[in-house]
C-alpha cells in the first residue's frame, strides 16, 4: 500500500482560495445567522479546512438593519463595556445599539463567535456588515448565498 497518498494536506496562506460571499440578513435570526456567518469567516464549510490558518471567505452581509432577535431580547438582552475606570461599565440594549449604530449587533454577535487569539482578530477583518442593500465590494464580484 501506498502510503504517500494518504498525507493530510494543510492549507496555508498561500493556497487558501479566499472567495467573496454576500449574506442578505433581512428577516434572519441574529444568532442563527450569526453562526453560519462565523462558520464562513473561519473556513469551516471547506474541504481544506486548517485551524490555525485564515482560509475562509471574505462575507459582505447586506439588510443588518433589519435583523430579528427572538422572544424579548431586542429589549431586555444587555451589551456590556467597561472604559477601564471606575464606575465606568456601561449597559445597552440592542434597541438603543440599533438606533445608535445598526451594523454592530451582527458584528458583536459574529465576533463573539470567532476564536479569541490574534487569528480571530485576523478573522474579522474579512467581515463587512452593511445596514442597506448596497455595498461597495461590486468589483470583487461577490456571490449571494442564502444563510
Keep these: 500500500m501506498n502510503t504517500l497518498s494518504y498525507k493530510t494536506v494543510s492549507a496555508n496562506k498561500a493556497t487558501a ?6 449574506v442578505d440578513a433581512q428577516g434572519e435570526i441574529l444568532g442563527r445567522l450569526s453562526s453560519k456567518i462565523a462558520m464562513i469567516i473561519r473556513g469551516k464549510n471547506k474541504p481544506s479546512f486548517t485551524p490555525h490558518v485564515d482560509c475562509g471567505d ?14 424579548n431580547k431586542f429589549a431586555n438582552k444587555q451589551y456590556v463595556s467597561y ?6 461599565q456601561k449597559f445597552i440594549s440592542p434597541k438603543e445599539l440599533m438606533a445608535k449604530h445598526p451594523t454592530r449587533v451582527v458584528e458583536k454577535a459574529v465576533r463573539g ?3 479569541k487569539n490574534s487569528l480571530g482578530r485576523a478573522l474579522y477583518k474579512n467581515l463587512f456588515v452593511y ?17
Design 17 to 22: 482560495t479566499k472567495e467573496w460571499v454576500v
Design 58 to 71: 471574505n462575507v459582505i452581509v447586506i439588510n443588518a438593519d433589519k435583523v430579528k432577535l427572538t422572544g
Design 83 to 88: 472604559t477601564g475606570y471606575p464606575g465606568g
Design 113 to 115: 463567535m470567532l476564536p
Design 131 to 147: 445596514a442597506g442593500t448596497e455595498h461597495p465590494h461590486a468589483a470583487q464580484n461577490p456571490q449571494t448565498i442564502k444563510p
